[in-house]
């Protein structure tokens, strides 16, 4: 216990009093931290360069301008589609917005507005471009709503107005039906009529025989009396025959109005139809035509600044460089240093010198963490919940990198190239992970691989703990690897420490 | 004399390069042991090999009886080692190099101020027991680390080419510290290239080449085994050498005469009848004595030879292998 006391305190010593070590590895994660912390605690995007082209802007086009520079844009406008598209290529503007000719609401207009992104900035592209989008479909939303909104009314309007007309119908089938029924009866009458003057006529031919029987009768009342019942009987003929007629003609009325009566009642039917059709319809309120399904994105985060987000990847960039970076550079130190010979021939186990230098370097990052989790902490109290499981996290998780970053300072055998081998196997752990493209971009099968990139798993820890306040989750893949590393390390100590010595020796020294 | 280090039929090699070859040594206890060669002789191989940095391929080490396969961390425990890289960390001061270190050979912390204290007065940098080790001149930083190699007050401490790079004040610095660490009780093996320096030094030599230790024991010893001779070195005023060598070339005890650029050399088995009957003969001629020294044959001489008749068996060995494969 004592020589491995007295080892880390060698090691801090040594550390200290490097003061380019001391600065670059102690207190540069620090201000980084700090530099970073400041300035992503916003929650907007800034300095947004809109380049616009149009032959001929509209009403239309001006208003989705004026909508994108209340939301802080900047919007350029370009005196060509090509500058406008070439400005996006040399970064002049974030992206270009090509709005067609006389952009207006209008039949059969395509009215297609095209948006320009550089597809190579990944990072911002995203963000941009839904943002973007998001303020022309507003607009477009807005004219939409206008429109359903003025068709709706009418149909609504059209619904009332046949409603109303619906009892005029009815009233108007039913005098059909009552005007129907008096032809009915004037039918009826005419029949009447029409046997009454068959009866009469026939009166008439008795009266006529009658009066022929009487030859006492003077036969100028007789001839008086023929001429007036041979009067009788045309006038009788032709009332007979006005009273067919009229009969005739009143059974085509009662044709024709049970005709119109089925018509009407078609019409009361279609009115009908069509009201219940209206009404039938659900769904008036515009905003629920225009957009039957809404979308919100909800965060499943507290939602406040970039740097609450970015606070677990920061703090895993920090803990991988720094581990990586000071594990090597103390680990070929103490092999570039005169002194390392001493140690070899002293009567103490290599294990403690691996042991010392691995506690050296955990207690500087888990002192630079404290700090950073500490400042956090008191921006963001709610973490005191997961405090111990974030403490032991980062413990394992600096355990990793700096076993990893021994490796290297043992594998390498000059600080350049250890510091170069440690800075690379840094960018590429950070580089196949979620914080420069998206995992989902890769092939399958590498992002089978990926998923276990130290990195990534190390990410997904913390931001489990940090953004979603939940349990460890994965801790066994650190610990497999903790124990791989651990491994390694007992192999390539004696193995890199034989070779190197021989080329020391070698070398004669 | 008890051996403290026997060293028996030792090899090693690194790859298919063979660095020692059958080396057997006896080191006696608290004497001062050189082990000499060229660069490349394997000197510091056979240190480090003997302390138990390489892992030898043949061959046994005992330490005080014990063997060093064995009992490797005893050993640690009584053996100091200093290389001529001066193994101490720039960044540390003197007190926290040496607190450092003692505290891994397992000194306990009460003995371990008191070894400090006494090894910083040993070694002469109590005025310097704040400074970072960068901050030291070249002969206090190697002062350092042969106190780092102290603290644990080691029975053996193993010096490799400990005055290399060193200027000729601090280079006699370090000799009289070796010696007076010797003084104590410590027994101390050195290597050196430097021969004259070695001679002075060390109480017993050991000359490695290619290797393969050549010969080993005190410098006496090994002049008295190159030859018995004395050597009679004469400057003189005239140079008028010739009548000399005629006189003394038939005397029966002058083994050979040499005439090298202004002086002559006479190897005798007895100077003194010689250097008689050359005093006379220069007052006959009316000549005078620059300079004259009568000496025994130097180590480089000794070394020399013995070089040069390895080289020449093993010439021998390979044009008979040659000439073998010939037929």
Redesign the interface.
């Known amino acids: 216990m004592?020589?491995l006391l007295?080892i880390i305190k060698?090691n801090f010593?040594?550390l200290i009093?490097?003061k380019s070590s001391a600065l670059i590895i102690i207190f540069g994660p620090l201000l980084l931290i700090l530099l970073v912390g400041t300035a992503f605690n916003t929650a907007s995007l800034y300095d947004i360069k809109v380049g616009t082209y149009s032959s001929a802007y509209s009403e239309l086009s001006e208003s989705i301008i004026t909508k994108l520079q209340d939301e802080q844009y900047k919007v350029i406008k370009t005196e060509s589609q090509d500058n406008c598209i070439n400005g996006v290529k040399s970064g002049i503007y974030h992206l270009c917005v090509i709005f067609p000719p006389n952009l207006e609401i209008k039949e059969g207009a395509e009215n297609l507005v095209e948006i320009y992104v550089d597809q190579s900035r990944m990072n911002l592209v995203y963000a941009i471009k839904s943002s973007i989008t998001s303020k022309v479909s507003s607009r477009s939303k807005e004219i939409s709503t206008g429109l359903t909104g003025i068709i709706v009314s009418q149909l609504e309007e059209s619904a009332k107005s046949l409603e109303e007309k619906k009892a005029t119908l009815s009233s108007l089938r039913a005098s059909t039906g009552n005007i129907g029924s008096k032809i009915n009866s004037l039918v009826s009458t005419s029949k009447d009529i029409t046997e009454s003057i068959n009866t009469t006529y026939d009166e008439l031919a008795q009266l006529e025989e009658l009066n022929l029987k009487q030859q006492n009768v003077s036969g100028s009342y007789y001839k008086g009396m023929k001429i007036l019942i041979e009067a009788l009987k045309v006038e009788m003929r032709l009332f007979n025959s006005s009273t067919s007629t009229i009969s005739q003609n009143s059974e085509n009325l009662l044709t024709d109005i049970a005709s119109y009566t089925d018509n009407i009642r078609d019409i009361e039917t279609t009115t009908s139809k069509i009201i219940q059709d209206v009404n039938a319809i659900q769904v008036k309120d515009v905003e629920s035509i225009v957009s039957p399904i809404k979308t919100e994105t909800k965060t499943v985060t507290a939602e406040r600044t970039h740097i609450n987000y970015l606070f677990p990847t920061l703090i895993m960039i920090v803990i991988m460089f720094v581990s990586l970076l000071l594990s090597s550079i103390t680990v070929i130190r103490e092999k570039l240093?005169?002194?390392?010979?001493?140690?070899?021939?002293?009567?103490?186990s290599s294990f403690l010198f691996i042991f010392g230098t691995y506690l050296t370097n955990i207690l500087i990052i888990v002192l630079q963490v404290a700090i950073v989790l500490g400042v956090m902490l008191f921006i963001q109290p709610e973490m005191s919940t997961t405090l111990l499981n974030l403490g032991a996290a980062v413990l394992i998780i600096t355990s990793v990198f700096i076993l990893l970053g021994m490796i290297v300072g043992y594998l390498f055998s000059s600080e350049e190239t250890a510091t170069v081998g440690a800075i690379s196997l840094g960018t590429i752990l950070l580089f196949f992970s979620n914080t420069i493209i998206p995992l989902e971009t890769l092939p399958i099968w590498i992002k089978q691989i990926v998923d276990y990139n130290l990195f990534v798993v190390s990410d997904n820890i913390l931001r489990a703990l940090i953004l979603f306040k939940q349990p460890l989750q994965q801790i066994y893949i650190l610990i497999t690897y903790t124990v791989i590393f651990i491994v390694l390390i007992a192999i390539i100590y004696k193995a890199s420490n034989e070779i190197y010595?021989?080329k020391r020796?070698?070398k004669?020294? | 004399m008890e051996n403290q280090i026997e060293i028996k039929n030792l090899t090693k090699s690194f790859g298919s390069h063979v660095v020692l070859k059958d080396v057997n040594l006896n080191i006696p206890s608290q004497k001062i042991f050189g082990i000499i060669g060229e660069s490349g002789s394997g000197k510091t191989t056979l240190l480090k090999t003997i302390i138990g940095f390489w892992h030898f391929d043949n061959g046994q080490i005992m330490y005080e009886g014990r063997n060093l396969e064995k009992d490797r961390n005893f050993i640690k425990q009584i053996v100091g080692f200093a290389t001529q890289d001066n193994c101490v960390y720039p960044k540390l001061t003197v007190k926290e190099n040496l607190e450092y270190f003692g505290s891994l050979s397992n000194v306990p912390s009460g003995t371990l101020k008191g070894n400090i204290e006494k090894v910083i007065r040993f070694v002469n940098l109590q005025d310097s027991t704040n400074k970072l080790a960068e901050n030291l001149s070249g002969g206090m930083q190697r002062r350092l680390d042969i106190a780092c190699a102290l603290v644990h007050n080691p029975k053996i401490l193993i010096l490799d080419e400990p005055t290399e790079d060193l200027d000729p004040l601090l280079r006699r610095d370090i000799l009289n510290l070796i010696r007076k660490i010797n003084l104590n009780e410590t027994t101390v093996i050195i290597t050196s290239h430097l021969l004259h320096e070695a001679e002075q030094l060390c109480d017993n030599i050991a000359i490695l080449h290619q290797g393969c230790v050549l010969k080993y024991g005190s410098p006496e010893h090994l002049k008295d085994s190159y030859t018995k001779d004395e050597e009679i070195h004469l400057i003189t005023k005239n140079k008028n050498y010739d009548k000399l060598i005629k006189l003394l070339k038939n005397k029966q005890k002058v083994s050979n005469i040499e005439k090298l650029g202004r002086k002559i050399v006479i190897y005798t088995k007895e100077a003194e009848p010689i250097l008689s009957l050359l005093l006379s003969e220069l007052k006959k001629e009316k000549d005078r004595i620059i300079q004259i020294d009568v000496r025994r044959p130097s180590l480089g001489e000794v070394f020399e030879n013995l070089i040069k008749k390895s080289d020449g068996v093993k010439k021998g060995e390979q044009a008979s292998n040659n000439n073998q494969e010939k037929l």
């Open positions: 004592n020589k007295t060698k010593k040594i009093r490097s240093s005169p002194a390392y010979f001493r140690n070899f021939i002293s009567p103490t010595n021989i020796h070698l004669g020294k």
